[in-house]
C-alpha cells in the first residue's frame, strides 16, 4: 500500500492489474471514501 501526505492528486498505475472490478479507499483529513474501479 502506498500512503501519499499532502497529496491532492496521485496517478496509479493499473496496467499489472488483472480484469476486475477494484475498490479503492480514499483517506482524508475531512473524511474517507470508496471509490469504485472498474479494470477492463
Known amino acids: 500500500m502506498e ?3 499532502g ?7 493499473t496496467t499489472t492489474f488483472n480484469t476486475g472490478v477494484y475498490f ?3 483517506k482524508t483529513a475531512k473524511g474517507s471514501s470508496v ?3 472498474i479494470i477492463e
Open 3 to 5: 500512503t501519499l501526505t
Open 7 to 13: 497529496a491532492t492528486k496521485t496517478t496509479i498505475n
Open 24 to 26: 479503492v479507499k480514499v
Open 35 to 37: 471509490e469504485k474501479v
